[in-house]
């Protein structure tokens, strides 16, 4: 999917029962579409037919999420990037395509862009700051907001 997705161009609305599976998903992105069904009172096939639908229509992802701390990378950071002298999304693009990186959103505000990172150590994430983020043209200016620790991370939003 494009680096920049913009909200909204999905005009399909999506319907309760698209809202019960999505929820149900998200809770457990194995759980059978069988006991889908049987909680929602709908058949496998339905089920199975709009978890489908949803996933070609770019709503809904299925994926394994890790613990990028359990997998031995200790830095993970977000930086305000500021852009200037090129094309905002070609600096967007080229940043997203950096392995050290995990999320790019062109903001508005202080920084042109947000970008999140995740770095084995304090060494590796100032290598990538001074050896790649800041060698992208057109960026200007960054600031570094390294974690200290995670607090929250949901992936159960859009749910009442």
């Not at 999420?65 to 090129?86: E, F, I, S």
């Not at 290598?127 to 057109?138: A, Q």
């Not at 390294?146 to 607090?151: A, F, K, M």
């Amino acid at each position: 999917m494009d680096v920049v997705q913009q909200a909204g161009r999905d005009t399909e609305p999506i319907s309760e029962l698209d809202k019960g599976i999505i929820e149900r998903l998200q809770s457990d992105g194995r759980r059978p579409y069988t006991q889908i069904a049987s909680e929602l009172g709908v058949s496998e096939a339905a089920v199975r037919a709009r978890t489908n639908r949803l996933i070609e229509r770019g709503v809904l992802q299925i994926v394994g999420v890790t613990d990028p701390l359990k997998l031995g990378y200790d830095q993970m950071a977000l930086v305000g990037v500021r852009c200037q002298g090129v094309d905002l999304l070609t600096a967007a693009e080229a940043i997203a395509e950096l392995p050290e990186v995990i999320y790019v959103v062109v903001t508005a505000g202080a920084f042109d862009l947000l970008v999140e990172t995740v770095c084995r150590d304090n060494e590796a994430l100032l290598s990538f700051l001074v050896e790649k983020l800041r060698r992208v043209p057109g960026v200007a200016a960054t600031e570094t907001f390294v974690y200290l620790r995670i607090v929250k991370q949901s992936y159960h939003w859009g749910q009442p």
